[in-house]
């Protein structure tokens, strides 16, 4: 981080929490055995009329589009009513420029919110998925709650598309991107390289001042952002909060494609397609019944009985899923497993492996969790829809897969995922 700063970085696999970083004081820390002092922030005001403002910026290969005041008052979003302080929306693009590769336009896309009482500080809001997509620059604290975000507390907001807008091509829009290197670096990290300095810029030139504290923020691929920031532009932040952060989504993603073809192989074949039927191999039933199991051996680890499993490290010790469920004589009925099911989930919760026997990514940890409508959409559908395997295929892998071959129609993404072979194709990831 900033050397003139205490480094910081709040990293929460779980449930993200509001933490101290973006709290308003003065903190103290020990360090080495001294005490060191790290100033609060200095607010400010708006110096600059919002709408001046694209004059007022020289910045190389700045585009501003529009900077609207916006009244204070109450900001709709879907599920949230946000009341909001006067604040400049400005929006524009960096580095605009066309690629070389497939002749499309790209430009590395944001959206700032200045509030016109400032708090002296600056809030990076990294995005998750694919990126592509320029969301609101509100600034939503993890876990803080609807009403609690970066701007309602004053900070200087950017959020940012991460170098590529998200095309609208049926089925694989997400991940075309991919094909051109400079794109893939904006969305692996330049995009937070490039625009952090230019904020700054942007906030100087609005308030007067260069912010006092700079974070960044983000939840998976969010949190990737953030913990990359972490390594390669530390003098730029003062801290990072990184939940459940995508540390290798190359990594995470090969691990997808190996569950999907675990899971296909106790799969019902859907008779539409004729491809495996990933929801079929463990139905609600199944996944409940190992739920139960492990709670049955683990709820109680930490000393209270309550539902939850908070001895995680110890409940790996305690399930074991061939002695804990029960297994079928005959079909599965929601009370067992059959055999095969069970080694299927039992390769898939050891995490598959490279030939040389070395993991690909890591093992999982058997939680109750799994039972939840998110674990089999990630696993049963995700792995083999527009998300894994394009981010694979486009976006991780050297060269890239020919958007021909898998062009979303019909049944292209799923045999490309039945017919990956992990250790011939997953070599695609380390190739420069």
Known sequence: MKKSAVRKVAVQSGVAIYVALLGGCATYMET???????SAAVGGVAKQVCGELAAAVAYPNLKITSAKLVASGEE??????DTIPEHCVIKGSLNERISPVDGKQY????????PSQWNGRFFYQANGGLDGILHPAFGDILGGGPRSNGLTKGFAVISSDAGHAMEKVPGIGGGLFGVDPQARLDYGYNAVAQLTPMAKSVIAAYYGKRPDKSYIVGTSNGGRH????AARDSGEYDGVLATAPGYRLPYAALTQIADAQQFAKVAAQDPKTGRPDLNTSFPPAALNLIANKVLERCDALDGLKDGIVSDLMGCQKAFNLARDVPTC???????????????????????????NGQPVYSAKAWDPGLAGKDWGTWKFKNSVGPRDPLSVGFAFSTPPVSPKEMDGK????????????LDKDGQKIFAK
């Open 107 to 114: 430009a590395i896309g944001f959206e700032m919110r200045l």
């Open 410 to 421: 019909g049944t292209s993404i799923i045999d490309y995922v039945m017919k990956y072979d």
């Open 32 to 38: 080495d055995g001294n005490k060191v002092h790290e």
């Open 76 to 81: 709709k979003r879907p599920g949230i009513v």
């Open 226 to 229: 953030g913990m990359v920031a």
């Open 329 to 355: 004589a005959a079909k599965p009925n929601g009370q067992c497993l059959t055999a095969e099911q069970k080694k299927v989930m039992a390769e898939v919760f050891a995490g598959p492996k490279w030939k």
